[in-house]
Nanobody
Framework: VQLVQSGGGLVQPGGSLNLSCAAS????????MPWYRQAPGKERVMVAG????????DYADSVKGRFTISRDNVKNILYLQMNNLKPEDSGVYYC???????WGQGTQVTVSS
């Protein structure tokens, strides 16, 4: 199993970033896939999730209306489009194969002027 993340970086407040998570080694389309964020000194929390078909999405209240989770079940890639970013969105973002201990390697997102 591999979850390989890309994207992230430094962006000014109000900017946008897109994260990707390429999955392999399991039947990606069957599983709910979430994104988590871990801010410095804080626990890892889920910010968005999507069902296997992509038909249902879930968002933390803090990101609703600004983040969009999506997936491509042909390419086996999970995405997180982040718009109107705020400094409090900063942290390391992780994708996860839900219900297992398999995580992506993490991607740093820093929102700062």
């Amino acid at each position: 199993v591999q979850l390989v993340q890309s994207g992230g970086g430094l962006v000014q407040p109000g900017g946008s970033l897109n994260l990707s998570c390429a999955a392999s080694g399991f039947d990606f389309s069957r599983y709910y896939m979430p994104w988590y964020r871990q801010a410095p000194g804080k626990e890892r929390v889920m910010v968005a999730g999507i069902t296997g078909t992509g038909g249902t999405t879930d968002y933390a209240d803090s990101v609703k209306g600004r983040f969009t989770i999506s997936r491509d079940n042909v390419k086996n890639i999970l995405y997180l489009q982040m718009n109107n970013l705020k400094p409090e969105d900063s942290g390391v973002y992780y994708c996860k194969w839900y219900g297992t201990d398999y995580w992506g390697q993490g991607t740093q997102v820093t929102v700062s002027s």
